[in-house]
């Protein structure tokens, strides 16, 4: 079974640091581009970055450039979002997506269940 | 960046009626790189239509997407009451963007 399981979601304040983790099973992690995505509490979806297969390549939405770091570890299947400098509006549900293909522009066919991260003092 | 809006916010209707969901492109989308998700409460989105007419996999046939350059569709032929959601749509053929939104509820 195609699965992602979002670990390291909590509570920070205002200006600190978090590290999401994003567990695979079920397909060829390598072959695949992986995306972070978010949901604000009651708010729509907004994509945050896309890394490729091999971890050559990312990509970041303006919101988070410069804040964010995405990284994935093919030998354990596993995608990672560093994430400093918070604020109260990073406070979201994040997702981790697969990507449709080695593609960091792409549609997402597989979500996780998402971990919560709030950013307030 | 591409801003999408979808229409209508909410749309009513009673399970066996057809549902017609619009979403609109700030700009003419490459290779018509659209996709349709459907969110139900408490749950991930899940995947309907990518490329703007190809249902993913295990999708039923009573959704249908169209449409290309800055007008899209998602059709859902006959409503069953599984189908009661908040459906988006996202483009990626640049930064990727989703609409807001539209949220089919019971009438």
């Known amino acids: 079974e195609v699965q992602l399981v979002e670990s390291g979601g909590g509570l920070v304040q205002p200006g600190g640091s978090l590290s999401l983790s994003c567990a695979a099973s079920g397909f060829t992690f390598s072959n695949y581009a992986m995306s972070w995505v978010r949901q604000a509490p009651g708010k729509g979806l907004e994509w945050v970055s896309a890394i490729s297969g091999s971890g ?36 979201a549900l994040y997702y981790c997506a697969k990507n449709y293909g080695d593609y960091l522009l792409s549609a997402f066919d597989i979500w996780g269940q998402g971990t919560m991260v709030t950013v307030s003092s | 960046e591409i801003v999408l809006t979808q229409s209508p916010g909410t749309l009513s209707l009673s399970p066996g009626e057809r549902a017609t969901l619009s979403c609109r492109a700030s700009q003419s989308l490459t290779s018509s790189y659209l996709a349709w998700y459907q969110q139900k409460p408490g749950q991930a989105p899940s995947l309907l239509i990518y490329g703007a007419s190809s249902r993913a996999t295990g999708i039923p046939d009573r959704f249908s997407g169209s449409g290309s350059g800055t007008d899209f569709t998602l059709t859902i032929s006959r409503l069953e009451p599984e189908d009661f959601a908040v459906y988006y749509c996202q483009q990626y053929g640049s930064s990727p963007t989703f609409g807001p939104g539209t949220k089919v509820e019971i009438k």
């Open chain 1, 56 to 91: 050559g390549s990312t990509y970041f939405a303006d919101s988070v450039k410069g804040r964010f770091t995405i990284s994935r570890d093919n030998s354990k299947n596993t995608l990672s979002l560093q994430m400093n400098s918070l604020r109260a509006e990073d406070t």
